[in-house]
């Protein structure tokens, strides 16, 4: 089975800390994704990687930076937590070059207060 | 720009019944689509999945159903249960480029019992 898994369910951090988001799979995929969800707007991709210290910027990077140093682990940086990002984010993975599922891991529910 | 569109925000169905769920989208490079289900304070888990080169997959309770001229799919579950209730997201992805995953706004299944 496919396990992603990431370091923290809940997260409360105060507006101007940087935080970091943590997330590690064991399927040895290439591809590793962030995503925020929030209400009435569904998943948005925030960032992905499809090797080491590749990355591609998704649809709302602002705010955010990533790190792949290891196949297996994809962090997520928020460089200046502000209110605006408390959200749930969910860290993903899948196989290049295939078409198969993306295999999620239990998410972060971060508060900014 | 939404490129994957789920216009109903919720769906209220009585259990034994046919649940419909739907999905637009907007990119005619996506080739390759599938549905996730997904509960409060977990992450998204893989329903099915379905491939441009057919019009039907069938898992089960679960059918989805695509409609390339149309740029349309659906996800049809019969008989509907109780612990169905759930977020569904619909998700699109293209050959070309670096395989990653774009996800509707999500429909909240509820099943009364």
């Known amino acids: 089975d496919v396990k992603v898994t990431q370091s923290s369910r809940y997260l409360v951090k105060r507006t101007g800390e940087k935080v970091f988001l943590e997330c590690v799979q064991d399927?040895?995929?290439?591809?590793m994704f962030w995503y925020r969800q929030d209400p009435g707007l569904g998943l948005r991709l925030i960032y992905f990687?499809?090797?080491?210290?590749?990355?591609e910027k998704g649809d709302i990077p602002e705010g955010y930076s990533v790190s792949r140093e290891k196949k297996e682990r994809f962090s997520l940086i928020l460089e200046s937590a502000s209110t605006n990002q408390t959200s749930m984010y969910l860290c993903?993975?899948?196989?290049?070059?295939?078409?198969?599922?993306?295999?999620f891991g239990q998410g972060t529910r971060l508060t900014v207060v | 720009d939404q490129q994957v569109k789920q216009n109903s925000p919720s769906l209220s169905v009585q259990e034994g019944r046919i649940s419909i769920l739907n999905c637009d989208y907007t990119?005619?490079?996506?080739?390759?689509f599938l549905w996730y289900k997904k509960y409060p304070a977990e992450g998204p888990t893989f329903l099915i999945s379905?491939?441009?080169?057919?019009d039907k997959n069938e898992d089960g309770r679960f059918t989805v159903f695509l409609n390339k001229s149309a740029k349309h799919l659906s996800l049809h579950i019969v008989p509907s249960q109780p612990g169905d209730s759930a977020v569904y997201f619909c998700?699109?992805?293209?050959?070309?480029?670096?395989?990653?995953?774009?996800f509707g706004t999500g429909t909240r299944l509820k099943v009364l019992a």
């Open positions: 990119n005619s490079m996506f080739d390759y």
């Open positions: 399927m040895d995929h290439e591809n």
């Open positions: 990687s499809y090797d080491v210290k590749m990355k």
């Open positions: 998700a699109a992805s293209a050959r070309t480029g670096t395989y990653k995953y774009i």
């Open positions: 993903a993975s899948s196989l290049s070059q295939v078409f198969l599922e993306a295999f």
């Open positions: 379905i491939s441009s080169i057919k």
